[in-house]
């Protein structure tokens, strides 16, 4: 399982970012993966790099549809291959 943390930036468009960010997370919705959006990104789960450079490429094109003119897209992998890992038990290994 791949977890992912997406974070997509309009430039040049003001400091009310929020519309922008909805139309990204309408494509992430499309793609039926698991997500959770928190305050500076969106964390998913998917099941390869495939899946995962294509939600990107799809949030990241909604961004510049929806008026944007430039963006910047930052993408952190975690690609664990030992053990099954998802975005609940990462999580609960440090709340716990």
Known sequence: MIIA???ISPIGVGTELHEFVKRAI?????????YEVNAMSTVVEVSSLE?????????HSAVLDA???RVITEVKIDDRRDKEATMESKISKVIS
């Open 26 to 34: 309408e494509e992430i919705k499309k793609k039926g993966i698991k």
């Open 67 to 69: 008026g944007a003119r």
């Open 51 to 59: 899946e995962l450079f294509d939600v990107v490429k799809r949030a």
């Open 5 to 7: 943390s997406i974070s």
